[in-house]
Each structure stands twice: as structure tokens, then as C-alpha cells.
């Protein structure tokens, strides 16, 4: 009969360190996809874009109103056209950035959130080995 080993208490602790650390590793991809949805590296190219677009915008619109007021073409466009369309750009831009914002905090909500989940379960847990390791004293 062969003898099969009993897996010693380092082999028993290396596989549950690797379970732990294969399960660590799955987290953290959840969370980088999750970053990810709400703004995190793939919205940053998008971000780039459109702050260019919008300062390149704004200084389409200065060139309009200097070509207007020192030229005198485009004289059928109102005199606080392109201050109206800057406010309303920039007006705009805040209404992003606050958008953007509360994205943030959400997610940082819910990071806390999740720890706090985490933080109570791992109380309990410690709290009954506590209690386990007193039963196994009285005995």
C-alpha cells in the first residue's frame, strides 16, 4: 500500500497563502476594471481630447471677436456673442467637472464602504477564534 503524507503544517500554509493571494489578485482586477468604468486611465485620453478642443475653441472665438472689432469683417456677428459663447464653454466645463467629481467620491464611498465590510467581517472572525481558543482552554 503506498503511504500517502500527511501535507505538513508549511505545505497547508503555502496553499492557503496562494489562495489568498490568488483571490488578492482577482480583487484587484475587479477593482481596475471598476476604475476603469468610472474614469480612471482610459478616460484620461478622453479628457486630453476634450480639453484641447475646448481651449482650442475658446481661442477660435477670441481670434473671432479681434478679427471683428480691429478688421471690422463679421460685423453681422452681435459684440457679446463670443462673450456669451465663452461663458456658456466655460459654464459648461465646471458642469463636467463637478460631474466628474461626484464620480470620484462615489467610488471613494463605495472603497470605504467596502473596507468597512471587510474590517467588520475580519472583527468577527477574530472575535470567534478568540472565543474558540477560550472554549479550548477551559477544556
Do not use: C, Y
Not at 503555502?14 to 489562495?19: C, D, F, M, T, V
Not at 482586477?29 to 478622453?46: A, F, P, V, W, Y
Not at 473671432?64 to 466645463?93: N, T, Y
Request: aromatic letters at 8%; zero cysteines.
Amino acid at each position: 500500500m503506498p503511504n500517502k503524507k500527511k501535507p505538513s503544517l508549511a505545505q497547508a500554509e503555502i496553499e492557503s497563502l496562494e489562495k489568498e493571494l490568488n483571490a488578492f489578485r482577482e480583487e484587484k482586477e475587479k477593482i481596475r476594471n471598476i476604475i476603469g468604468q468610472i474614469g480612471g486611465t482610459e478616460s484620461r485620453r478622453t479628457d486630453q481630447i476634450l480639453n484641447i478642443v475646448f481651449i482650442l475653441f475658446l481661442i477660435a472665438l477670441i481670434g473671432v471677436d479681434i478679427v471683428r472689432h480691429f478688421v471690422g469683417a463679421l460685423s453681422w456677428v452681435p459684440q457679446l456673442f463670443s462673450l456669451e459663447i465663452g461663458v456658456m464653454l466655460v459654464s459648461l466645463k465646471i458642469i463636467w467637472m463637478i460631474h466628474k467629481q461626484a464620480k470620484v467620491e462615489h467610488f471613494q464611498f463605495w472603497i470605504l464602504n467596502s473596507i468597512e465590510f471587510r474590517l467588520n467581517e475580519i472583527s468577527k472572525h477574530v472575535n470567534d477564534i478568540m472565543k474558540d481558543r477560550e472554549e479550548d482552554r477551559e477544556r
